[in-house]
């Protein structure tokens, strides 16, 4: 059974910081691309980044390029969000999301995590 379980939600001021992560289990994690999106209530959920079966290969949103870093560690079947100066237009749920394609359609990814809320206030 695969299970991507996200973590490093919060509440953080506007200019802050925060890490998520997503530690995935039952399957080949190294195999997968993994993606991260989010969520606001009333709106579709959009593409944050993506990274390739390998450090090497990312992809941002325009929204977030130059705040957000993506990278993930194989040997622990993680993938991390680096998230800095944040803005209240961040606030959403995060999910993560694993993809045997590199794509920035959610409609690709195989398999998803239950998401974490990040909430930046003014």
């Known amino acids: 059974q695969v299970q991507l379980v996200e973590s490093g939600g919060g509440l953080v001021q506007a200019g802050g910081s925060l890490r998520l992560s997503c530690a995935a289990s039952?399957?080949?994690?190294?195999?997968?691309?993994m993606g991260w999106f989010r969520q606001v209530p009333g709106k579709e959920r959009e593409f944050v980044a993506l990274i390739g079966w390998s450090i090497g290969m990312t992809c941002y949103a325009d929204s977030v390029k130059g705040r957000f870093t993506i990278s993930r560690d194989n040997a622990k079947n993680t993938v991390y969000l680096q998230m800095n100066s944040l803005k209240p237009e961040d606030t959403a749920v995060y999910y993560c999301?694993?993809?045997?394609?590199?794509?920035?359609?959610?409609?690709?990814?195989?398999?998803w995590g239950q998401g974490t809320q990040v909430t930046v206030s003014s």
């Open positions: 999301a694993a993809n045997q394609l590199i794509s920035r359609v959610e409609g690709t990814y195989d398999y």
């Open positions: 039952g399957l080949t994690f190294s195999r997968y691309a």
